[in-house]
């Protein structure tokens, strides 16, 4: 058995780490918004910056009340971003450089619009499978809200539907 105190210390210990929030970075194509093309194009100047990753911010399909971390769909991009192609494409070329990336993955920063949050929505009845909460966070005195939700699912049950939804009456 391996000594883990051993090992080296994973790469992101000492790693330097290079955050880009895409809607501000760099527009390809001049509708005023940045995207994946953006970032692409930009690889180089990162890349000389002698960092190890890039983190990048919510990219997910989502109906931006909360710019990008309220997320409608975790398995596809937000279409101001560009596209799954223009993600692939933007991998290839940050692994490339010899870059990792990172991608902010906020669960519990789901969208009022989530499937999975709408089925949780749908009935007071709902079965508790999941431990999905179809809570709305309510207005604090003071703090703006946004279009986000708060919601829990139990490890290995990602199928969304109103037979393994827990809804919270509100």
């Known amino acids: 058995m391996t000594d883990p105190h051993s090992d080296p210390a994973p790469w992101w210990r000492g790693g330097t780490i290079y955050q880009i929030y895409p809607r501000s970075f760099q527009d390809s194509d001049g509708d005023g918004i940045g995207d994946l093309q953006g970032i692409e194009h930009r690889l180089d100047h990162v890349a000389s910056l002698g960092v190890d990753a890039i983190w990048l911010s919510p990219i997910f ?12 769909d975790y398995c596809g991009i937000e279409p101001l971003f560009g596209d799954m192609a223009a993600f692939d494409a933007l991998l290839a070329a940050i692994h490339a450089r010899g ?14 619009a989530h499937p999975w949050f709408v089925a949780s929505r749908s009935s007071r009845d709902a079965r ?7 809570a709305i966070p309510r207005p604090v005195a003071g703090r703006p809200t946004t279009g986000s939700a708060t919601w829990a699912v139990r490890p290995g049950n990602m199928t969304p539907g109103p037979d393994n939804i827990t809804s919270t009456p509100s």
Do not use: E, Q, R, W
């Open 61 to 72: 399909p989502s109906p931006m009340a909360d710019f990008g971390y309220d997320i409608a």
């Open 99 to 112: 870059l990792k990336l990172l991608l902010d993955f906020v669960p519990n920063h789901s969208s009022t």
């Open 128 to 134: 508790s499978a999941t431990g999905i909460s179809g």
